[in-house]
């Protein structure tokens, strides 16, 4: 049977080293907030809202939430992101994702102050994803990968890892990240002539390709580490369920991460702490 790789252990890790980061800062006259912004009343969106809110406020991390009606025009999106820009009490702005379809997310995004960048929207967080230079944080899901990967003590250095999924969430970030850590990253997708057989010779496997349980024991060999970081619904079976086959996958591999209760019990662990690097920052 393999190792569960529990999220929420990792989550209940961070929150003790970041509720001390919040407390030092307390101690110096600033409280890391964080500005949430929606468009909106998309369900997944609110539960996602409602779950950073309250991981944010139990490690002691303000939360101001503002919401935009699902016909706002791109002048009131981008008059809200200014606002919130020009907030001397926000330190990080999260603004979620997808928005209806009227508005222009690219336009959205760039508007955003880097600095206050928390979840990887500004191309200067890219670059510093990509080239380790500008302002802005790595996507959160990404980096609660490694989270995952470092609390467990498990080894990236000279390892392979295999990345199914291109995105620019999650897919490419993580590849880049990794390679930072000096793995050997391998992304495949999509259009990826026998995916499986490459994933099959890795050391570890993240699987970001965004479809529910599409992803088999054929994917994976004994003793691999699999992180799965598919949250979707599945409306027949009334349950959350990741991008693997957990009862087909688990017997196989060494080690793998559940859903729910795990990439995503972590993310939002991560966003509270890009939110007090933030503020730190800011401090000087």
């Not at 989550?11 to 407390?23: F, G, H, P, T």
């Not at 110096?28 to 969106?45: F, W």
């Not at 330190?91 to 955003?112: D, I, R």
């Not at 206050?116 to 230079?133: H, I, P």
């Amino acid at each position: 049977m393999a190792q569960i790789l529990s999220g929420k252990d990792v989550a209940a890790a961070m929150k003790e080293r970041l509720s001390a980061d919040v407390a030092d800062l307390k101690a110096k006259g600033v409280r890391p907030t964080l500005a949430i912004l929606r468009v909106g009343e998309k369900g997944d969106q609110i539960a996602y809202e409602r779950g950073a809110t309250k991981r944010c406020e139990g490690i002691g991390v303000g939360v101001r939430s503002m919401t935009l009606a699902e016909e706002a025009t791109q002048v009131e999106l981008l008059a809200a992101i200014r606002t919130l820009n020009d907030d001397e009490g926000v330190h990080g702005v999260l603004l979620l994702s997808p928005l209806p379809a009227h508005l222009n997310l690219k336009e959205a995004a760039a508007a955003l102050d880097p600095e206050k960048d928390v979840d990887s929207a500004t191309a200067s967080s890219l670059a510093r994803v990509f080239a380790g230079e500008g302002a802005g944080f790595a996507p959160c899901t990404a980096q609660a990968c490694l989270e995952i990967l470092r609390h467990y003590d498990i080894a990236v250095e000279g390892k392979h890892v295999g990345v199914l999924g291109r995105s620019l969430v999650i897919g490419r970030p993580v590849a880049l990240m990794l390679m930072h850590e000096h793995a050997t990253p391998t992304i495949c997708h999509s259009r990826s002539v026998d995916a499986h057989l490459i994933t099959r010779t890795c050391d570890i496997v993240i699987v970001a390709v965004g479809r529910g349980e599409s992803i088999g024991a054929s994917y994976f060999s004994e003793g691999q580490v699999v992180i799965d970081v598919g949250t979707n619904w599945n409306a027949e079976a009334g349950k959350l369920t990741g991008d693997v086959r957990f009862d087909e996958v688990e017997p196989l591999v060494g080690a793998i991460t559940p859903v729910p209760g795990g990439v995503g019990a972590v993310t939002t662990s991560v966003l509270a702490q890009h939110v007090i690097q933030a503020a730190r920052r800011r401090l000087g």
